[in-house]
């Protein structure tokens, strides 16, 4: 499987199976995305492709525009990837024969390859601030908190 077999393409954590239905949906949000590019409310997209109401035809489109977006970015990460690689076979004998220079270059290539498909952990950062507040404007954030819980419950 390649890299970017493995990456969704729609929503993160999920993907898609090839089916003709899905292949119909697919081609449907295509459709629903145009109208709107084109000018069409959400409300006349609904009822031109058939959607039960225009919350419906918007998150047709919202999927459209991330798989419209996520596809290429998947297939330029594939090809930064596949350079990489091709890099990497080139100085990876020198390397291996202990080539300090080589090493570096490998290692190089290897952080950059890390960091294209993310496979390094998240890097945890503290914050320390010091934030200067108007003694006015903490009477006006009580304010808001106290009409908050009066109008809310919470």
Do not use: H
């Amino acid at each position: 499987m390649t890299r970017a077999a493995q990456s969704p393409s729609n929503k993160p954590g999920k993907t898609r199976r090839a089916t003709p239905t899905n292949a119909e949906l697919v081609a449907k949000e295509r459709q629903a995305l145009d109208l709107r590019l084109a000018g069409a409310t959400f409300d006349a997209i609904a009822e031109r492709l058939g959607y039960a109401d225009r919350s419906g035809a918007q998150r047709a489109v919202e999927r459209a525009m991330t798989s419209t977006l996520q596809e290429p970015a998947d297939q330029l990460r594939e090809l930064q990837a596949a350079r990489l690689d091709r890099l990497l076979l080139a100085i990876w004998p020198t390397a291996l024969d202990g080539d300090t220079k080589a090493i570096a270059q490998a290692r190089g290539l290897i952080d950059q390859l890390c960091k294209l498909l993310g496979l390094n952990a998240p890097t945890k950062v503290d914050v320390d601030a010091t934030v200067a507040v108007d003694p006015g404007e903490i009477e006006i954030v009580q304010r808001i908190r106290a009409w908050r819980e009066r109008t809310t419950g919470a």
